[in-house]
């Protein structure tokens, strides 16, 4: 059997604060929308479009996203597509969703949105979202670039 490609990069900005829980098992996630734009030209006019994806974090990713993602926030993502379903209760209609789970997760954007620094920050979770290895706080301190280091 043909062996398939599902992966997905995301650029865009929070819709709202992110929802964060825990399973019964004590596994973190967090749980937040996404949207993207695209423009295109109807006619003579520019036309914006925006797209909401659902994403899902878990471990040591919801955790940064707990602390450090808020409404608004820019981010990368890197991810795979799924699709669930379930039956509502109240309806009972076959309900689906579909949702990106993130491998990989960027921090964009400098101090005035809430992060910190203006460093972007990675966090990859791989091999089913199991236990994150523990990363040394020096990785992310401030390098001490400032604009006036940039030559344009």
């Not at 937040?32 to 036309?47: Q, S």
């Not at 450090?68 to 669930?84: D, H």
């Not at 309900?95 to 491998?103: F, G, M, S």
């Not at 101090?111 to 203006?118: D, H, N, R, Y």
């Amino acid at each position: 059997m043909a062996k398939g490609v599902n992966k997905v990069f995301l650029l865009g900005n929070v819709g709202k604060d992110p929802e964060i829980r825990s399973t019964a098992g004590g596994m973190t996630v967090a749980s937040f929308t996404l949207a993207t734009a695209d423009r295109k030209k109807e006619g003579a006019n520019w036309v914006d479009s925006t797209e909401w994806h659902n994403i899902v974090c878990f471990q040591r990713t919801a955790e940064i996203v707990r602390d450090y993602v808020k409404k608004g926030s820019q981010i990368l993502v890197e991810g795979k597509i799924t699709n669930r379903s379930w039956d509502d209760k109240e309806s009972g209609q076959k309900r689906y969703k579909t949702e990106i789970l993130v491998n990989e997760l960027t921090l964009l954007g400098g101090k005035s949105e809430g992060s910190g620094s203006g460093n972007s920050y990675t966090k990859s979770n791989t091999a089913s979202y199991g236990s994150s290895t523990p990363v040394a706080q020096s990785e992310y301190a401030d390098p001490g670039i400032t604009d006036d280091d940039i030559p344009f």
